[in-house]
T-cell receptor, first 110, second 113 residues
Framework: SQQGEEDPQALSIQEGENATMNCSYKTSINNLQWYRQNSGRGLVHLILIRSNEREKHSGRLRVTLDTSKKSSSLLITASRAADTASYFCATEDYGQNFVFGPGTRLSVLP | DVKVTQSSRYLVKRTGEKVFLECVQDMDHENMFWYRQDPGLGLRLIYFSYDVKMKEKGDIPEGYSVSREKKERFSLILESASTNQTSMYLC????????????FGDGTRLSIL
């Protein structure tokens, strides 16, 4: 099955800096989604980008999708300590099959 | 807002016990999912259901079964719990339409002793 893989596995930055996380996948997708998980909690949906879209924004979040390279990136601008969490990409194919990657642990230091 | 409620946040059971994890969603979603989450492995799909009384195996169904008697409720059953089933279990739901996100509960951290 297809697999989303986030890179890096862990990222530590200072408050105010930008954080960039990458996701690669292997097969054709209908959309790609990014989720956030605070420690010990469930996943919260952040943003969905369809296969025919190249870029999407939501507040301080910017997501890009390059279907030719089968990759996506999530940029969090002007990070805050409250952004500390794990971030997961998930791909959905045309059969509505979801596959989640192992996630990136982001630490934002005050 | 969609609410997905898992019956327990923490659960401790003994090897060989039959364990029930319950999940309820309040948005009339057709699709419901059970995942387990282990460090470094991300989320792995155990079972999903796209309608009442319907179920489909995910990537790791061995040792588990599910029940969906009502649209809003999806139960995960560990028939005879084993220590390798110690994990975080996450329930999610989504509508039948494509290009829709999944909505997750807060998870149940299950320990099998």
């Amino acid at each position: 099955s297809q697999q989303g893989e986030e890179d890096p596995q862990a990222l530590s930055i200072q408050e105010g800096e930008n954080a960039t996380m990458n996701c690669s996948y292997k097969t054709s997708i209908n959309n790609l989604q990014w989720y956030r998980q605070n420690s010990g909690r469930g996943l919260v949906h952040l943003i969905l980008i369809r296969s025919n879209e190249r870029e999407k924004h939501s507040g301080r979040l910017r997501v890009t999708l390059d279907t030719s390279k089968k990759s996506s990136s999530l940029l969090i601008t002007a990070s805050r300590a409250a952004d500390t969490a794990s971030y997961f990409c998930a791909t959905e194919d045309y059969g509505q099959n979801f596959v989640f990657g192992p996630g990136t642990r982001l630490s934002v230091l005050p | 807002d969609v609410k997905v409620t898992q019956s327990s946040r923490y659960l401790v059971k003994r090897t060989g016990e039959k364990v029930f994890l319950e999940c309820v969603q309040d948005m009339d979603h057709e699709n419901m999912f059970w995942y387990r989450q282990d460090p470094g492995l991300g989320l792995r799909l155990i079972y999903f259901s796209y309608d009442v009384k319907m179920k489909e195996k995910g990537d790791i169904p061995e040792g588990y079964s599910v029940s969906r008697e009502k649209k809003e409720r999806f139960s995960l059953i560990l028939e005879s719990a084993s220590t390798n089933q110690t994990s975080m279990y996450l329930c999610a739901s989504s509508p039948i339409q494509i290009n829709q996100p999944q909505h997750f509960g807060d998870g149940t951290r299950l320990s099998i002793l």
